[in-house]
């Protein structure tokens, strides 16, 4: 099927702050035409544009003006992008040693750093202990006991305790995180969230400070935030009446979604600012409780849309049905999230006009796996052949930090770019990377 010739304007709801359209002949990010990226850096290459980072943490913090922003790092991390955090001010969430060594490699200040992860390690929660990270969350009562094992430093260790408020999420089932019966937290309907916090209101070393949840991720409706904001302040009612202690600090998660495809739903930080506090400050008032600080962790929100990928077509063919595929220079091993939550995406042809008419075509990685898709039905021109780029937006967060060595491809570099200038932040892989770690 062959559609009109007229390409679609630039949509900043899924493309960077930055991207502009260069007359139908390429797309620019941070003030430099794509095709000369990739020129310069190869493909497949991930491209981040710094502004729309810096922007995305001004509008949270704006929203949430009084409470406090933490980036969600598993999202996107590597030194330059937590320096952008920590000057725009926000918190940084690690969830494992090696996150927590780029924080500190990047000098992130250790007090504005959270330690999250269902099951943290003993070399996890004791590389936390050492950099001196400001809270660390606790979600199981082995890590409290592995944590005391840790023994006690000058100061006593301030804690969150991650509980469940039974409130479904609603996205796909992979991330869905504040239900009965799913790994992370606990469950305040069973009374083990309860019994988490008697276990370490008391207890030398520890410091108790809040309460967190985090109800899954991509989550389109602010009104599932406000309800498990309220059950959560009903345990920290019901904390005070029991042990006489006000918890200062709640912490709500992250999730926010953002849009991938044109028109796709997505929550505007001022919106859920807005809205969460005011149920925090009535769901405090109906119980009598001095307001807490109220801590957000968007990761997603921050860096998906900052991020685009170009790649290289290396061939193009017909199924029996008609059916079109491109096949791409990468594919799962840089974008897992279409195997893993059947996500789609928009992707564009850049570096030369396009002259024929658009049709629904299918891109493809170029591994082997059947599943290893970038995008169904995208619209692309009918002449797309190898050697053309093609960039996809919207791949800021969990494309790099999920990406992997399958097939032993070499993981892409990422590139920031501001005012005209690229600078690379994470370079590509070498065969010698991949050969380092075999030693038999
Ligand atoms: C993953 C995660 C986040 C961030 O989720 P996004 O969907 O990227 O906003 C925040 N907090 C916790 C505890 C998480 O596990």
Request: include cysteine.
């Amino acid at each position: 099927m062959l559609l009109s010739t007229r390409r679609a304007d630039i949509d900043h709801a899924i493309w960077p702050a930055t991207a502009h359209d260069l007359d139908g002949d390429d797309i620019s990010v941070g003030g430099i035409p794509l095709a000369r990226l990739a020129d310069r850096y190869g493909t497949p290459l991930h491209v981040v544009d710094e502004t729309d980072v810096r922007q995305r943490c001004r509008a949270f913090k704006a929203a949430f003006a009084g409470g406090e922003v933490v980036y969600a790092g598993k999202a996107f991390l590597c030194r330059a992008m937590a320096r952008w955090i920590a000057e725009e001010g926000l918190s940084l969430d690690v969830c494992s040693a090696g996150e927590l060594a780029v924080a500190r490699a990047a000098g992130f200040p250790a007090k504005r750093i959270v330690m999250h992860g269902n099951a943290k390690t003993p070399e996890d929660l004791r590389a936390a202990m050492d950099y001196g990270v400001g809270r660390i969350v606790v979600d199981s009562t082995a890590e409290i006991s592995r944590l005391a094992a840790l023994g006690r430093r000058a100061a006593p260790q301030r804690l969150l305790i991650r509980v469940i408020p039974g409130v479904d999420g609603g996205s796909h089932p992979a991330m869905t995180t504040g239900t009965e019966d799913q790994k992370f937290g606990f469950s305040i309907a069973s009374g083990a969230a309860a019994e988490a916090v008697r276990r370490v209101i008391g207890q030398r070393g520890f410091e108790p400070v809040g309460l967190h949840c985090h109800i899954g991720s991509q989550i389109t409706s602010i009104e599932l935030f406000e309800r498990a904001a309220v059950r959560v302040v009903d345990l920290m009612a019901t904390i005070r009446d029991e042990h006489g202690v006000t918890l200062p600090q709640l912490d709500l998660g992250g999730g926010f979604a953002v849009p991938y495809l044109s028109g796709d739903a997505e929550i505007s930080p001022a919106a859920v600012g807005e809205r969460l506090m005011a149920a925090v400050r009535s769901a405090c008032a109906s119980y009598r409780l001095p307001v807490p600080q109220v801590t957000v962790e968007p990761g997603r929100a921050i860096s998906a849309r900052a991020g685009v990928t170009v790649y290289r077509v290396l061939g193009v063919k017909r199924g029996l049905s008609g059916r079109v595929f491109v096949t791409v220079d990468g594919g799962m091993s840089d974008n897992p999230r279409p195997s893993l939550y059947g996500a789609n995406y928009t992707v564009r042809l850049v570096g030369r006009r396009a002259t024929a008419a658009e049709r629904a075509t299918t891109v493809v990685g170029r591994h082997c796996e059947a599943g290893d898709v970038i995008a169904r039905d995208a619209l692309l021109p009918a002449d797309v052949r190898p050697g053309d780029l093609l960039a996809v937006p919207c791949t800021g967060a969990y494309h790099h930090s999920m990406s992997s060595n399958y097939n032993l491809v070499r993981r892409p570099p990422v590139v920031g770019v501001a005012g005209g200038n690229g600078r690379l932040l994470i370079r590509r892989e070498t065969e010698s990377d991949l050969l380092r770690r075999d030693v038999g």
